[in-house]
């Protein structure tokens, strides 16, 4: 994709693999499925499927942020099982156990530091009986929801990174044990402000064109960019499912992605960005 050249920017892609169209529901802090009483887990099963075939036809490594329910469901109906569909040039990491919302900001429901410790605990353990030859080290918080308790927790209970914030200028920090790997928030060519979640593309709000012009501007002045998307998202709009004309092309739209981004950066992990930034 680069011609020969020697890149020295990277590029972090990451997936929240969580239950389908995750929504905070007053009065618990688990999530459910939006407009949903329970939580459903066919399109996350369904788009993790597809996104990895389209980083294997991209030849792109990614880290993979796992809801520890939805890693649970997805490897329960996978024949050989989660572990042997992701190949080993992918990183696992947590991102809860039921999609809780830690702060209480959404739900109404304060937890106390007991209760998130625990399931930090339990949802790396539940991850790391399905990946057990793999590090599971790194952290998102669900809905980005995240406080200081919570990070200091992190250190406690197993975790080294964490990729819950956003950064104008992203740079890997120390807090304490952890790094921090920031997504990055700015501004596109007309002001409007822009992230580097692609939501908005899967949503029909932005273009790819305009991810590939952000990509640009961050790494004029920062040595990486983390890139996020959802494993559901090509499947599930924020209206229902998509069809399957609208799923090729939401497909095809991330494939585009990573090419765009990959003339500009030499994809990486989370884990190597650290190793690389040391």
């Known amino acids: 994709m680069t011609g020969g050249l020697v890149l020295t920017k990277k590029i972090v892609f ?7 169209l995750a929504w905070h529901k007053q009065g618990t802090h688990e999530a459910v499925t939006k407009d949903k009483d329970s939580a459903l887990f066919d399109a996350t099963r369904e788009g993790l499927i597809r996104i990895l075939d389209v980083l294997k036809d991209e030849g792109v490594p990614a880290t993979f942020f ?5 890693a649970q469901e997805i490897n329960a109906r996978e024949k050989n099982g989660l572990n042997r569909l992701l190949s080993s040039e992918h990183e696992i990491a947590g991102h809860g156990f039921h999609h809780e919302d830690f ?15 625990a399931i930090l605990k339990k949802s790396r353990e539940a991850l790391k009986k399905i ?6 080290t790194g952290f998102r918080a669900p ?32 807090r304490g044990k952890i790094f921090e790997i920031p997504l990055t928030e700015g501004v596109d060519a007309r002001g409007k402000r822009m992230v580097s979640y692609l939501w908005p593309l899967m949503e029909g709000n932005r273009s790819v064109v305009e991810y590939d012009e952000f990509a640009s501007r961050v790494l004029s002045q920062s040595d990486f960019l983390v890139v996020a998307t959802h494993s559901w998202h ?23 992605v ?18 690389k930034s040391r």
Do not use: C
Not at 66 to 70: L, V
Not at 258 to 275: C, H, K, M, N, Y
């Open 103 to 117: 702060t209480g900001s959404l739900t109404g429901v304060i937890m106390t530091r007991a209760k998130k410790k």
């Open 14 to 20: 990451t997936v929240d693999v969580d239950r389908d």
């Open 234 to 256: 090509a499947h599930l709009s924020i209206e229902g499912r998509r069809p399957d004309t609208e799923i090729e092309q939401k497909l095809q739209d991330v494939g585009r």
């Open 131 to 136: 990946f057990p030859k793999r590090r599971i």
């Open 143 to 174: 809905y980005l929801n995240y406080d200081d308790e919570l990070f200091s927790l992190l250190g406690e209970t197993g975790y080294s990174f964490d990729s819950s914030t956003y950064a104008k200028l992203p740079r890997v920090e120390k």
């Open 258 to 275: 990573l090419r765009a981004l990959g003339e500009q950066g030499e994809f990486v992990t989370a884990s190597e960005l650290i190793a």
């Open 66 to 70: 796992f809801e520890a329910a939805a």
